[in-house]
């Protein structure tokens, strides 16, 4: 039942090239390496999924958790959906920061956060997925998070229990906002010091995509995209606890307007949200898509799309977003 | 954390007599107790989930797991929605079928099964739940099924593992049909052979509902209900492993015609789907409700409604339903 394909260095640094270039269309540059060589990079996975070494960081900083995959959580190939994997990102996330004594209203929020009416929100996403577990596969997801200059920054590595080998590895970036006014805040020392002593200090990145590159490679508007699709709307089941749509949700709206014949025979290898605005209930949704193809790929073995999601009828962005898609092997086809 | 509301019993049989009423609304009927004097019903639940009794069926024939809710799987009361409680039903029949060792594609089927191209479909599902568990919580989900007339019957119990307490109770009903012809189909004596082992003999029933009442008592079909909602479509996720739309969109759908005070004010205690027709990733769906209330029932503070699916712009039915909806106590508001 087990299928995994290790990248190859060469293989996974091309990736690293085609992403940095789909991040900004208007670029041909590199990842640039700012940053990162300050950050420990996550080792190459073993067999042994904890390292127990001397040096690891205090308990709950570095938290894990394992999950099996449920026969409703894959999708028409049999494997994990990006949703699934999403899921998990969330709920590991949800359960560290419960663990460590945060409120969860508003995700993780601190008592002074509290008091100034500040919430944290999630400005980005990016996944990584080497393979997908099958259901009833058992899954490890391990995450923690790290100070940036204007929030902080959760990475999370996800591996095959059973393997060891690493199946996947995110970060995203989460900054303040004040959750009346709906606008940015600058995160003061009072609250600082609340989350500092959880922090993950050095930094490690689950993968080498520092905060400077992020700045540099916002993803392009897409205005009018080849693939669309209108009258998308948010369902009840959508809404999470703080009565705005799961961000879940805007990876099935990407996907819908994603052409057939790359949804049923292609992988999703990698995925980058930023989110704009928030959606509500009522909302109506646009979601396009267009292809973008960097000189390095060639045939129908590699895909990337630019996405975005805006308010039916108008310019007003909800989000924006980047995929990669492989080739699937026969066994694995009809892949989205 | 834990807010049980266990109900009295004549509330209870009030409950029953008000299903009864909904599920055929040209008769006035109480539930007929045919067939149910000769089954086993579950005995009143303890603090032991499992009793362990020397007349326990074969191991694997009654089959338990537990479960740990996921914040992604809470609706905004904070509560698991009954969505999840429907894919949660789903897994445990998956996985107590895979362990007897049957084929889940086309859900249990036999080697004679898959030799004539035979698959198992629900025509129906009943749930009903006394509460729902929050995020964190840990439910145990036990089923089994048994033999009827032309088919299968599938029962669910739902304990919450802390407390021990019934969280619920489920009910589905079997029939084979044809994969290509998608004609119901008779089961011959090889076929009844290969699974009449692992049927639960003599029946117990997860709550008094036979067969010999459901026959009788069908839902009515809506014609022009006074709530509805066109243009539902499927996206990418609904789709099972089979690629039809997974049954738990269409409970989904059900909600969305649902007047917003219903479902920001009530919680679900009790749902009936009616499979009628496939529905595929193309398919546009109208989703149609209308507010049904027997004499016993009084103000806002229970509502049952009658639901339809159905084509978009056609006649053709995909699905009638039933749900049973109760006023929530202030924590729990926003219950859909």
Known sequence: ?????????????????????????????????????????????????????????????????????????????????IQTIANLLQEVACNQVRTLGFSTDGFATTLSMRKHHLIWVTVRMHIEMDDYPNWGDAVQAQTWFQENRNGTRRDWLLKDVNTGLTLGRATSTWVMMNQETRRFARINEEI???????????????????HATYKKHQLAKLENAEHHITGLKPRRADLDMNQHVNNVAYIGWMMESLPADIANSHELRGIILEFKQECKHDDCVESMAAKFSPADQSGDEEH???????????????????????KAKESSQQGA
């Open 1 to 81: 039942m087990q299928q995994r394909r290790e990248k190859s260095p060469s293989l996974a640094w091309r990736g690293r090239r085609a992403i940095a270039s789909a991040i900004d269309l208007r670029s041909d540059s590199a990842v640039s390496s700012n940053g990162v060589a300050a950050a420990t990079l996550i080792p190459t996975p073993t067999k042994d999924l904890s390292s127990g070494a001397s040096d690891d960081p205090p308990f709950g900083i570095l938290y894990s958790e394992n999950f099996t995959i449920r026969c409703y959580e894959v999708g028409t190939n049999k494997k994990a959906s």
């Open 192 to 210: 600082r010091g609340e989350y500092h002593q959880y922090a993950l200090d050095p930094p490690r990145f689950s993968f080498p995509e520092d």
């Open 304 to 326: 990337q799309f630019l996405h975005l999601l805006r308010l039916d009828g108008s310019s007003r962005e909800i989000n924006r977003g980047w995929t990669h898609w492989v």
